[in-house]
């Protein structure tokens, strides 16, 4: 799904550092691609939470919401870390390569 959001098409590692490494955009620079990582520590923090939901507290599993609290998480990890951050949540939902690039 963040593929698709960022409108990248990859075929992606099966192994999970594998994975963490080619989680990349091509048009994003070394520190643009480091803040976009945080989108997969972010991925991957929401499935343990939603799996934790599930098992806990007889939660069903809903991908929609793992994505959906991963952007928001995301987001407002990015306004708190970065200062010059000037771009609103439905900006970041709608164009998230051109919200990184205005804070790297």
């Known amino acids: 799904m963040c593929n698709r959001w960022v409108e990248v098409s990859t075929a992606l590692h ?9 989680f990349d955009v091509l048009t994003l620079n070394s520190k643009g691609n480091k803040l976009w ?7 991957i ?9 599930i098992v806990f507290r007889q939660g069903k599993v ?11 998480n995301v987001c407002a990890w990015i306004k708190y870390k970065i200062d010059k ?3 609103s949540y439905s900006d970041w939902i709608l164009c998230p390569i051109q919200c990184i690039h205005s804070v790297i």
């Open 14 to 22: 099966n192994q999970l550092i594998a994975h963490f490494q080619q």
């Open 37 to 43: 990582k945080g989108v997969w520590v972010s991925i």
């Open 45 to 53: 923090r929401n499935i343990w939470d939603h799996r934790n939901k």
């Open 62 to 72: 809903d991908v929609e919401e793992i994505f959906t609290m991963t952007q928001l």
């Open 85 to 87: 951050v000037n771009f």
